[in-house]
């Protein structure tokens, strides 16, 4: 499904892309992935600390994974 999203602009060789889930990237014992959690919310942090709303996530504690 993504490297079909790809081929309109990678079809005349002047893009070039890789398509891949994010999973496959963070598999291991201090990545292992969380969707829209740890892994997506730090990187959200780092790119656009903006766009992060720490205090939606309340006074608790959080869940370990």
């Known amino acids: 499904m993504i490297n079909k999203a790809l081929e309109p602009v990678s079809a005349d060789g002047t893009v070039a892309g890789i398509a891949l889930w994010e999973v496959t990237l963070s598999q291991g014992a201090e990545s292992n992935t969380?969707?829209?959690a740890k892994w997506e919310t730090s990187?959200?942090?780092f790119f656009y600390r903006e766009?992060?709303?720490l205090g939606a996530l309340g006074d608790g504690p959080l869940p370990r994974t």
């Open 43 to 45: 990187n959200m942090r």
């Open 34 to 36: 969380d969707h829209a």
């Open 51 to 53: 766009l992060v709303e």
